[in-house]
């Protein structure tokens, strides 16, 4: 059984929509901008910027 990726998993906070902007404002909105705006933690944008998360995005 695969695991469940990105909006498919239960624990999900994020959108598609989401990542694709937090990836597209690198040089302009900071990781904490977007962890305030969407309610999780700055890391987890990093995660997203770095393509460790989400990489089926």
Do not use: P, Q
């Not at 989401?18 to 909105?29: A, C, D, E, F, M």
């Not at 987890?44 to 460790?52: E, G, H, P």
């Amino acid at each position: 059984m695969a695991f469940k990726k990105g909006k498919d998993h239960h624990c999900n906070k994020l959108s598609e929509d989401s990542v694709k902007s937090i990836r597209g404002t690198i040089k302009t909105l900071s990781n904490n901008y977007w962890a305030d705006r969407l309610g999780v933690h700055y890391s987890t944008i990093s995660l997203i910027r770095s393509n460790k998360t989400w990489r089926h995005i």
